[in-house]
């Protein structure tokens, strides 16, 4: 008997273009992209798929906390794995750890150690913590802008993540912008505030994460996420 796996045919894209894209098929992968549209069809969209959304909090992703929200006094500069956590239309909680990007790092450092990207970087956003002055807090996505894989500290220099896959390099506190490796762009940031000791989200990702041509590509995808999720 033939025996016959079902594969959802979103991830099969991914898969496909992940797999292209390792191959360094550049320009190749740029006209299937353009040919397919966007890698990351809204129509397939649930709560659970959606990127973050302004009035998510911020949740643990660790199997011992998850769904609990994440304290400023549990972070470091080591970093707090967390997904955003919203409701649906019921107004049930819905943690949003369908979409790979959602996965977060939220890091805090001292608050003057923080630069402007002098090039290269979008300006983020730096949560100034009430009471703490000297203290800072960035979130950001944790999957990679060059293939999607999930990027850890830099054993060496706590500053900045190291990914494994193709030793691309972002700087945390510059707006975890690329320094050094093939990732095209920097590390979406999730703009966050401080409510009611929770992480707020204010706005969505600033900038394309993995899986997006570009920011038209991103921004496109946005306006069909406000006619399905409101
Ligand atoms: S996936 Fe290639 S550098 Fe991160």
């Known amino acids: 008997m033939t025996?016959?796996?079902?594969?959802?045919?979103?991830?099969?894209?991914?898969?496909?273009?992940?797999?292209?894209?390792?191959?360094?098929?550049?320009v190749g992968v740029l006209s299937l992209v353009s040919a397919l549209g966007s890698a990351k069809p809204a129509f397939r969209l649930t709560p659970e798929k959606a990127p973050?959304?302004?009035g998510d909090i911020l949740v643990h992703a660790s199997?011992?906390?998850?769904?609990?929200?994440?304290r400023v006094s549990e972070l470091s500069e080591q970093g707090v794995s967390a997904w955003p956590m919203g409701k649906d239309k019921e107004g049930n909680n819905v943690i949003r750890k369908g979409e790979p990007n959602n996965q977060l790092a939220v890091y805090r450092f001292e608050r003057d150690?923080?630069?402007?990207?002098?090039?290269?970087?979008?300006?983020?956003v730096v949560l100034q913590l009430d009471g703490i002055t000297d203290q800072g807090v960035?979130?950001?996505?944790?999957?990679?802008?060059?293939?999607?894989?999930?990027?850890?500290?830099?054993p060496n220099d706590a500053t900045r993540l190291f990914c494994p896959c193709h030793s691309g390099e972002y700087d945390l506190l510059q707006g975890c912008k690329v320094v050094g490796g093939p990732p095209p762009r920097s590390m979406p940031q999730l703009p966050i505030k401080l409510e009611n000791d929770q992480l707020v989200v204010t706005e969505?990702?600033?900038?394309?994460?993995?899986?997006?041509?570009?920011?038209?590509?991103?921004?496109?995808y946005l306006e069909q996420v406000k006619e399905i999720i409101g």
Request: overall charge positive; proline content about 7%.
């Open 3 to 26: 025996r016959y796996k079902k594969q959802d045919p979103e991830i099969t894209r991914r898969k496909f273009i992940n797999v292209a894209m390792g191959t360094g098929a550049g």
């Open 52 to 54: 973050p959304i302004k």
């Open 63 to 70: 199997a011992d906390k998850e769904g609990q929200p994440v």
């Open 113 to 124: 150690r923080f630069k402007v990207p002098e090039d290269g970087g979008h300006a983020h």
């Open 138 to 154: 960035v979130a950001y996505s944790n999957k990679c802008t060059h293939a999607g894989c999930a990027v850890p500290n830099d």
């Open 204 to 220: 969505t990702f600033v900038t394309a994460p993995y899986g997006f041509l570009n920011e038209a590509d991103w921004e496109s």
